[in-house]
């Protein structure tokens, strides 16, 4: 059923292990065809009953829509896009179409209320896998799926750095065996192109490390205050801010409250200070503007009413983070298209208003929200594809899975400590021909602690895949909920 497409053999040879060794785990990294892997079993399986197919997003769902009709060789009324813009009466007859392609909680939500019925079906394809932990919908979906016999099959470029969330994943999709590639495996080298990465260190200006020395500062001096009510913060990072703030929230005296406000203090200054090192003044400012305007609360009152505050303001009034004329400099020096990535929307705004006063046309790409819409991101990205612009300023949601097209040049505008974010970002471009990447590192600044972390964790990774994928099978995790409660009604019989 697969039109005109001839799959590589790592493709087949994931596929053929998945239909033999049960529910799988396909690990493989951006643009290697995951969405192709996943067309074969649709192909394979579709005449043993319905196909599932879901992704985290409506527009990622839209996009296998348009790419499994294109590439299926079925009539396209039997494939069905489904979400929640659609009546609840009507979804109940679309759920009988042999393949159907939905946002989980929408699945969720018709399972929940009868209107879907996994018991037709014989397959459940679950794109950006890595989401399944906790209370998502995704591990909702997988337990009725395991409950009615249906195989599930999980695609991630990256399921992350630590073996028990992993092990999470696996357990909230049933998976009995993994099969993961990376660049340099035989049977994926001869298809991939290399990816030169470069670091590019820049050093602030002495007014902007004047303004953090002030908020440091301050910081400190929070940070003493804090330790009387026995709370010990060792570095300013977000994983010892949230052990802190659970230890406050156990304190069973009135000094509670005292030792939570200074927390918000410290918290917001942790913030601001990061911002200020590694993204901008933009975004600082902006930051400020929430503090002054939206936050309302005494530890943030603590903070814009002490007069270092005030002079760390002032002292970077007109500068620019010495970050942005390196961007330009190394967008004018390429001749091809590039996406940029960078965390916050404000700052993905003033990149682009930015570079376009240079004459590098940009636009930018960020998630449906305050007034950017599912419409605008179509329009951009068909933009993009048409090469009407060279540079895609984007927030996270130009990482994961959207169809953005292979770009000569990836762009971090920070390190990210996450190896899936990493990973993501860099997929993006080496696809087609050799691509390059660079990422812009603040001296000195959690730039450098946030690069190093990542790369700490995707080796780590890469070493937990390898002993998992040379293992040949695993054992499910034995009960579901449902049979779990069914068990326990018996006993107490």
């Known amino acids: 059923m697969l039109k005109d497409i001839k799959p590589r053999e790592y493709q087949k040879n994931i596929a053929e292990s998945a239909l033999k060794k049960g529910n799988t785990l396909v690990i493989l990294p951006?643009?290697?065809?995951?969405?192709?892997?996943?067309?074969?079993?649709?192909?394979k399986l579709n005449t043993k009953g319905n196909i599932l197919f879901m992704a985290p997003t409506r527009p990622l769902a839209e996009q296998h829509y348009k790419s499994i009709t294109e590439k299926l060789d079925m009539n396209t009324e039997e494939i069905i896009l489904i979400n929640g813009s659609i009546k609840p009466k009507e979804r109940e007859e679309l759920w009988k179409k042999p393949v159907c392609i939905c946002t989980p909680q929408t699945a969720k939500n018709d399972i929940e209320n009868k209107r879907l019925d996994l018991t037709k079906y014989s397959l459940c394809i679950i794109d950006e896998a890595h989401r399944s932990v906790g209370n998502?919908?995704?591990?909702?979906?997988?337990?009725?799926?395991?409950?009615?016999?249906?195989?599930?099959?999980?695609?991630?470029?990256?399921?992350?750095?630590?073996k028990k969330r992993i092990k999470e994943i696996m357990d909230a999709l049933y998976i009995t065996n993994i099969e993961a590639r990376t660049h340099e495996d035989e049977d994926v080298e001869q298809y991939v192109k290399k990816t030169n990465i470069s670091w590019e260190f820049v050093e602030l200006g002495e007014e902007i490390k004047n303004s953090i020395r002030y908020l440091k500062e301050m910081y400190k001096?929070?940070?003493?205050?804090?330790?009387?009510?026995?709370?010990?913060?060792?570095?300013?990072?977000?994983?010892?801010?949230?052990?802190?703030?659970?230890?406050?929230?156990?304190?069973?005296?009135n000094s509670k409250y005292a030792a939570m406000s200074f927390y918000s203090s410290i918290f917001n200054l942790a913030h601001a200070i990061e911002l200020l090192e590694?993204?901008?003044?933009?975004?600082?400012?902006?930051?400020?503007?929430?503090?002054?305007?939206?936050?309302t609360s005494k530890g943030v009152e603590r903070v814009l009413r002490d007069h270092r505050f005030k002079i760390a303001e002032n002292l970077i009034k007109n500068k620019e983070h010495p970050k942005v004329p390196k961007?330009?400099?190394?967008?004018?020096?390429?001749?091809?298209?590039?996406?940029?990535?960078?965390?916050?929307?404000?700052?993905?705004?003033?990149?682009?208003?930015?570079?376009?006063?240079?004459?590098?046309?940009?636009?930018?790409?960020?998630?449906?929200?305050?007034?950017?819409?599912?419409?605008?991101?179509?329009r951009i990205i068909e933009e993009f594809k048409n090469k009407e612009f060279q540079v895609l300023c984007c927030t996270s949601v130009g990482e994961e899975g959207l169809d953005l097209?292979?770009?000569?040049?990836?762009?971090?505008?920070?390190?990210?400590?996450?190896?899936?974010?990493?990973?993501?970002?860099?997929?993006?471009?080496?696809?087609?021909?050799e691509g390059k990447v660079i990422i812009l590192i603040t001296k000195n600044t959690q730039d450098e602690i946030f690069y190093w972390a990542s790369k700490k964790k995707e080796k780590k990774?890469?070493?937990?895949?390898?002993?998992?994928?040379?293992?040949?099978?695993?054992?499910?995790?034995?009960?579901?909920?449902?049979?779990?409660?069914?068990?326990?009604?018996?006993?107490?019989f």
């Open 30 to 43: 951006t643009g290697l065809g995951k969405t192709l892997i996943a067309l074969i079993m649709i192909d």
């Open 136 to 162: 998502y919908a995704y591990t909702f979906v997988a337990e009725n799926a395991i409950e009615n016999k249906v195989k599930i099959i999980g695609m991630t470029a990256s399921p992350g750095g630590d």
């Open 221 to 253: 001096e929070y940070l003493e205050t804090l330790k009387k009510f026995g709370i010990y913060i060792r570095i300013p990072s977000k994983v010892e801010l949230i052990k802190a703030q659970r230890k406050i929230q156990n304190i069973e005296t």
């Open 278 to 295: 590694t993204q901008g003044v933009v975004a600082f400012n902006s930051y400020v503007y929430k503090m002054r305007y939206e936050k």
């Open 327 to 378: 961007l330009v400099e190394i967008l004018k020096q390429n001749n091809g298209t590039a996406i940029v990535f960078a965390q916050y929307r404000d700052q993905v705004q003033y990149l682009v208003k930015r570079l376009n006063t240079e004459n590098i046309k940009a636009k930018e790409f960020m998630g449906q929200k305050k007034g950017f819409t599912q419409k605008d991101q179509k």
């Open 405 to 433: 097209p292979s770009v000569d040049l990836v762009i971090f505008y920070e390190s990210t400590p996450s190896a899936i974010r990493s990973i993501q970002r860099r997929g993006r471009t080496g696809r087609h021909k």
């Open 461 to 492: 990774m890469k070493q937990i895949i390898s002993e998992m994928s040379n293992k040949t099978s695993y054992a499910p995790k034995l009960e579901t909920k449902k049979q779990k409660k069914k068990q326990a009604s018996i006993l107490d």
